[in-house]
């Protein structure tokens, strides 16, 4: 097993997608690792012809990710957008990872991206000694993809100042990026493309500019549909976190995955899930990724100070902690809902207490 905490896609799923290039029989377009089509199974999972088995990396809609990865082959950048939490960034490092073997050209959007994050920088050092030169350009990301022909990844779009956004324009209309100092430019090799994410809660920090709006194709993310959906994406996640950990735990008892799917569903719809009772919702979003560190936080306490046997009580804080960012409005749809719908199911009994207990 590796050392690093956190490997990337291309690395974790090297077999996988060795597997895929072998058994593809498609048409690729220019510069792609597999043809459209091996993408879209890499993502959404499914058996090769040898029998080899894939395994799924986006839950969901298949025909989401077919218009996604479509996108890419067209001269339009795509735009993954939704609530956070619905595998956005997921997503775009396994398509970059599945179309160009590579998933670290990234520019992680904030307030603070400048320009010269995405176009080109300066080494100063060099700039000053020799003047301007190729030398002396510091190549960014996207450069670097634009001059090999990869996909590009931007995260989180709209917190990007809208001024810097526009720096996208000349990239993904003309397919160049200008060097003015050395009165040059780069053309993007075929198979360059851009994936950006933006996420609609975080919204009002920048909006998309229309004029760029217009050069992605958007796809929107949806939060998980039905219950059997986020159970199975709560309980793949977290197999995959006590691998990479080593927990020395047992595998969590689909039961407390469900309750805990269950407990974020209502809280997050308002609503019970047999639709009888009406319930507040918290402010913040109770997203499916909140759900799996959940999870994946109780294990860890059950690892090294329970039995190694997920508990009511090693999930109590964790789910506490992802209702109640406020401390005051938060607090009391939390304490409603414990006292209206937890006390009131019966194999719920060890939750309740558990909760109560830390009030
Ligand atoms: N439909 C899904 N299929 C598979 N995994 C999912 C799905 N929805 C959420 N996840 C899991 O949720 C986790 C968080 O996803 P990710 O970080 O990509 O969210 P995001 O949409 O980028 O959120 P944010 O807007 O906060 O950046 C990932 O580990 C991912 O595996
Ligand atoms: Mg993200």
Redesign the pocket.
Known sequence: MSDTLRQHAEALYATELEELKKQDSGKRPHNWLMSPQAVVTYLIGGKLKNGFEVSP????SKRLMEIAVATLATDRALLLY??????????SEHLAAAISGDSTRIVQGTAGTSEESIRYGWNYARLLAEGPSRQALVETPVMRAMQEGKIARIE?LTRIGADVQDTLITILSEKTLPIPELNSEVQAAKGFNLIA?A?NRDKGVNELSSALKRRFNTVI?PV?GTME?EID?VK??VESFEKVMELPAEKPALEEIRRIVTIFRELRNGVTEDGKTKIKSPGGTL???EA?SVVNNGLTLAAYFGDGRLTAADLAAGIIGAVVKDPVQDKLVWQEYLETVVKTRDEWKDVYRACRDLQ
Do not use: D, F, H, Q
Request: glycine share 12%; aromatic share 8%; net charge positive.
């Open positions: 990396k986006y839950i969901g939704g609530l956070p939490g619905t595998a956005k960034s997921w997503v989180e994410t996420n993310l998980p959906e994406i793949r996640r997203s499916t990724a799996i």
